[in-house]
Structure formats: C-alpha cells, structure tokens
C-alpha cells in the first residue's frame, strides 16, 4: 500500500478579480493516497450559491471548480488525462461540499465541486479525495508518478426556457421566423432541447441577416436534438481563459505539440497585451492572470478538449447573457444598453470585476461589474467570444459531445462533431467560412458588436491568431447530460 506522500503539482488557477493581485482559486496539498485517490485541498475568494424566483420559477445556481487530473512517469515527455471514477459516491469532499463527475462516453473526465448551500465570500474545501482508475490508464512506475491537479471556475446555468433576438437594432439577430424584413425583431422562445427548425415560417428559429453574410442565419433547415440549444443545464467558465491556463496547458504538450499551439504574434504589430514566452523552464506567462488572445481557432480547440470541455452554441452565449429575462433593446451582457465607464470593457489588459449573479449583486450591481444573469465575467467587450453558429452547415451538425483530455500528434482537436481544423474552411466570397464564429464584439469596435443579439460575425471565421480572439469553454451539467 503506498503511503500518502507529496508530489509534484502543477497548477492551473482561475486568477481573475477586481484587483487579482492574489490567487483566486487556489489547489495545495497534493499528494496520491492508498486506493488510488488523489488527494488535495482546495480555496477560492467570492465563492458563492443563491437560489430565488424570477416570474413565479425557483432558480438556483453557484460557482463551481472543474477539478481534473494530469499525470506522467517523470520524464515523459507528456502528459496524459487520468480517468476517475464515474461514481459520484468514489469521491469525497468535506461537509458543505457538492461534488459530481463530468462523463465524456463512460469515463470520468473531472468533477464539479461546489457549495451545498447558499452564502458568498472565501470558501475552503480540505481533504478532497478523488478515486483514479489508474488501472484503465497508460502504464507508469508508482514512485515516478508526478500528478498535476488542475481547477477552473465554472458558472451553473440551469435548465430553463429563455429568449435569443433581440426588439432593437438587428444585426443579424435571431428572430421568430414571423419577421418580415423592415420591421421589428420579433424575440424567439427556447422551450427544450427537442429538433429546431430554421426558416422564416411562424414558431420556427430565423435572423434577420439572411444568406450569403457574415451575419447570414443561412439557409433553412433544422437543428437535431443533439445540437446545444442552450434550454439544457451547463457549466460555463466564469472567465475568459487566462495566460497562465494556456501557458499550463502548452507546458503539459510534447515539444513539437506545443509549437504548434504557442501563440505568436506579427513580429511588427503590437502584443496587445500577451505576456507567454518560451524560456528553458518552459512556457511562462508574466501577467498569468490576464486574459488570453492571440489564439487561433485550432488553439482554442485543442486547449478545451485537453481540459474536458467544449465550445459553446450562440444560443448558449445569449442564454449564459440574458438569463431568462426577456430581451432588453439595445442590451449588453449586463442586462442594460448603458455602457459603463470601466477600463476593462476597452481594454483587454485590465482584469475584469468579480462577478456575481443578479439574485445577489442586483440589476445595477450588474452593470458595476459587468456580469451576465448568472455572474459570468465580459461577455460582452474585452475579447470577442468563439461560439458554434447555427448560421453554417458545419455548426449545425454539432452534438455537444465534450472533450477526452487529449489532442493529435500535430496538437489538434479529435472529438467528432466539432468544427473542424482551419484547414478544413471552405473559402467564402470575403472570409473562410466554418461552423464557429464570434460572439460579443471586442473592446475595440463599433459598441453594437458587443450587444448580447449582436450576431454581426457569427458565421465567418478568420483564419490565425489576433490580438481581439479569446474564448472559454463550457460542459454539459452531469444531471441528465453526462452520456454525452
């Protein structure tokens, strides 16, 4: 039987806050326990659960950390995703803790582990014990085993009806496909996850911006049951990936996987903040808590299925916005058309506030901070956001399935059904076209581009890196959805 003992622990942590001069969520005390768990403690500042009701439902929604396992043999020259227990009662957290596995098919990719009641402010969860089946994985010698233990902050956003479109200003917004062209948007109710048609027929999903633009809600047609049409419950990063997650991510590649995923940047335009260089210790980043750009699409796949995550739908994006509330003309992810005179929605090197829901913060605690419905961090300004597209038969086919923890030996996605490489892009009459696009707007366009409706670039995807492209990714809850 070994002995619990201390080991290596490469850290990824979620960074951000008001100031984020100190680490928001932070992992220590790990060590690999006899049974096979992996064991550590784990805290986080503005930790929060509230319930309430909002049009005579009860919603209720928390903050969580996705907690997954990396492990090699010292000396490898990579890292491999561990498999835990797809059993929730395998693992064990303290009293006042939650905790439930995310499945990609049957494995058990990481967990979510979160408050068992509601409250707000630091949140210390000590002794944390994850069952590894170390037996299905690669082979390693147990007294050269060297684990890393990575945390991100999530946001739940739970199952419920809600409303993508918008009654203001178009910009290819979604609408009731009753609209006619010159008149008002007519806002579109998503009831379920069932089949959606496309097409500009009464009750079915349209857009204002027609086919052919990059704007286009593309021909009509439908999206399958599978297709995340945002009624489901998810998880969805509270932040925008951070420099420190990527440099992390980079440092857990093979040297010729790595290259091809490290960021650069044209030698004589300006890094606009990115910070990760490549020293003889590896990939570092000097501002690890910022936000991260200068990714491509192929980046940006290959770090969220090595995390056991995947890319959200834009019907996700104005669910995760909006909430249930019905469409505000004009309204940016914090719920109103104001824009409010914060450094960080203009300027990708300041770190956003820290976030809270509204059920806590209120609707003008919202606009202070920036936050959408269920406290998730600039989503509207900093970097624009990647999200599949309903507007391109490539996002359509979707299903949703989530990330194994591994990328190809040239450091690309492999999980079927997601948009494909960007050697894969149809060439479009002004930009390749694919089934992911942006969502949001930057902190350096026309503000309209960073209304929540705004769908102005949802269907084109340019090809390489740029200073404005930064994203995060998002897991089905495991309630109902962990087949996937």
């Not at 049409?229 to 590649?253: D, S």
């Not at 290259?259 to 890094?271: E, G, H, L, V």
């Not at 669910?319 to 469409?327: I, Q």
Request: hydrophobic share 35%; net charge positive; proline share 6%.
């Amino acid at each position: 039987m070994l002995k619990p003992r201390r080991l290596l622990a490469l850290l990824t942590v979620m960074l951000c806050g008001q100031v984020a001069q100190a680490e928001r969520l932070r992992v220590t005390d790990v060590a690999l326990a006899a049974g096979g768990n992996v064991q550590f403690d784990i805290t986080w500042n503005d930790s929060w659960r509230a319930s309430w009701e909002e049009s005579g439902t009860r919603y209720a929604n928390w903050d969580s950390a996705w907690v997954f396992v990396k492990y090699r043999e010292k000396g490898d020259p990579g890292w491999s995703h561990a498999s835990l227990s797809t059993k929730d009662a395998d693992h064990s957290a303290p009293a006042g803790a939650e905790m439930e596995v995310g499945l990609t098919g049957t494995r058990g990719m990481g967990v979510f582990l979160y408050r068992a009641a509601d409250g707000s402010g630091e949140w210390a969860c000590k002794g944390v014990k994850l069952r590894w089946l170390r037996a299905g994985d690669k082979p390693v010698d147990p007294s050269k085993i060297e684990l890393s233990v990575h945390a991100l902050e999530m946001v739940y956003v739970p199952e419920g009806s809600f409303y993508v479109g918008t009654n203001g200003k178009g910009g290819g917004s979604f609408t009731d496909g009753a609209w006619k062209k010159g008149e008002a948007i007519i806002p579109f109710k998503i009831s379920s996850e069932a089949e959606l048609k496309i097409a500009p027929e009464a009750g079915c999903l349209y857009g204002d911006g027609g086919v052919g633009a990059a704007h286009q809600i593309g021909p009509a047609g439908k999206l399958t049951a599978e297709f995340p049409k945002g009624y489901g419950a998810i998880y969805c990063m509270k932040y925008g990936t951070n420099q420190g997650h990527y440099a992390a991510f980079l440092n857990q590649l093979t040297s010729a996987q790595a290259a091809k995923r490290f960021p650069t940047f044209p030698a004589k335009r300006s890094s606009t903040g990115h910070t990760i260089k490549k020293t003889s210790a590896g990939y570092v980043a000097s501002k690890p808590r910022r936000a991260c750009n200068w990714v491509s699409w192929d980046d940006i796949a290959a770090y969220i299925d090595w995390a056991g995550l995947r890319p959200m739908s834009e019907l996700e994006y104005e669910k995760a916005c909006r909430g249930p509330l019905k469409p505000v003309k004009d309204e940016y992810a914090w719920g109103s058309a104001e824009l409010p005179d914060s450094r960080w929605i203009l300027d990708p090197m300041v770190t956003p506030p820290v976030p809270m829901p509204q059920a806590i913060c209120g609707a003008e605690g919202r606009v202070t901070s920036g936050a959408t419905y269920w406290g998730i961090a600039a989503m509207s300004g900093h970097l624009r956001e990647r999200a599949v597209t309903v507007g391109h038969k490539a996002g359509r086919v979707f299903t949703g399935r989530c990330g194994d923890g591994a990328v190809t030996d040239d450091a690309l996605a492999n999980v079927p059904g997601w948009p494909g490489p960007m050697a894969t892009w149809e060439e479009g009459q002004r930009y390749p076209t694919t089934g992911v696009g942006f969502r949001g707007g930057p902190w350096y366009t026309d503000k309209a581009r960073l209304r929540v409706s705004d769908r102005y670039m949802s269907s084109v995807m340019r090809t390489g890196r740029d200073a404005s492209y930064g994203f995060r990714g998002v897991r089905q809850a495991p309630e109902g959805n962990s087949e996937k």
